[in-house]
């Protein structure tokens, strides 16, 4: 006998397939969300289906975005020659709740990771190599997570991109070992920005 109603047990199933949802969560939001009044899971059904339509990838930048370029990289006030590298979008959000950065963006969409198969031809790394190439790049700041992959990925575009004429710097004091950057909070960011130092 099928307690669960199949629309509600269909919902749940799809919210536990998100990242740090398991399926208690993923029931008690189905829950909340059929007590509500239907327009308000006509709403969320709305925002859902408009998501992978209106939003795309900044062709500078790679960051989520509705507008190429993103706001960010149009922005006529910041610093282009200053490139900020980091993993996910996430990342960008936490640095720039900081307001202390006021340059442009590399988002890898990744970190290396050959136990993974992830090198770097499957992340944004060949891209970046381009913008400095471009000439107009004069410092890059590596702000990737201070995690093994994390390092990995920091040491392997060190590599990459010493020799060419640009200041590579990576965040400092503040990121503790092994921490996810997008979970440190605005102060902590904003003191590992301030901080950076020279790489080489």
Do not use: W
């Not at 996430?90 to 006021?102: N, P, Q, S, V, Y």
């Not at 060949?126 to 920091?154: C, N, Y």
């Amino acid at each position: 006998m099928q307690i669960i109603p199949p629309a509600l047990e269909r919902l749940a199933l799809a919210l536990a397939g998100l990242p740090g949802i398991g399926k208690k969560t993923a029931m008690r939001l189905a829950l909340n969300i059929l007590r509500r009044p239907p327009n308000i899971a006509l709403e969320l059904s709305a925002a859902l289906s408009e998501l992978h339509g209106s939003i795309q990838l900044c062709s500078c930048c790679f960051t989520f975005s509705e507008n190429d370029p993103c706001v960010i990289c149009a922005d006529p006030r910041r610093d282009g020659g200053l490139v900020c590298v980091v993993e996910q979008p996430g990342d960008l959000m936490a640095i720039e709740k900081t307001g202390i950065f006021r340059g442009h963006y590399h988002i890898l969409h990744g970190v290396l990771s050959p136990i993974d198969g992830i090198g770097p031809e499957e992340i944004k790394v060949g891209e970046l190599i381009g913008r400095i190439d471009s000439g107009s790049i004069r410092e890059i700041l590596i702000a990737t997570s201070s995690t093994v992959p994390g390092e990995a990925t920091a040491s392997y575009l060190i590599d990459r991109i010493q020799g060419k004429n640009v200041r590579l710097t990576r965040l400092a004091c503040g990121i503790p070992m092994g921490m996810d950057i997008k979970y440190a909070d605005k102060y902590t960011l904003a003191k590992a920005i301030e901080s950076r130092s020279p790489i080489g």
